[in-house]
């Protein structure tokens, strides 16, 4: 079972930038491939990106793509989400996941807050 815990949001101008963790308890980790997923204030929540257990393989949302960077270190037990030039748009809370696919699996972590003012 993969229980994961997300850090590292808060509020930032856009055009910055913000780097979140997501610590994953569980033996497992190394196995999984992860995800990271938003949801914004009344809206569904989405797929952002995701990484193969190995992280020689990406896979991002068009909105994201060319701004944001998905990457993992097996060793600690952490995937990091790198958001560049950050957009009002990409405000949300951002959470981690296992996932199969771009389906997310199993537990869902408290999620991290992501504000971008104008």
């Known amino acids: 079972q993969v229980q994961p815990v997300e850090s590292g949001g808060g509020l930032v101008q856009a055009g910055g930038s913000l780097r979140l963790s997501c610590t994953v308890s569980g033996r497992t980790f190394s196995r999984n491939a992860m995800g990271w997923f938003r949801q914004a204030p009344g809206k569904e929540r989405e797929f952002v990106a995701a990484i193969n257990w190995s992280g020689s393989s990406t896979v991002y949302a068009d909105s994201v793509k060319g701004r944001f960077i998905i990457s993992r270190d097996n060793a600690k037990n952490v995937v990091y989400l790198q958001m560049n030039s950050l957009k009002p748009e990409d405000t949300a809370v951002y959470y981690c996941?296992?996932?199969?696919?771009?389906?997310?699996?199993?537990?869902w972590g408290q999620g991290t807050q992501v504000t971008v003012s104008s």
């Open positions: 996941a296992a996932t199969l696919g771009l389906t997310p699996q199993g537990s």
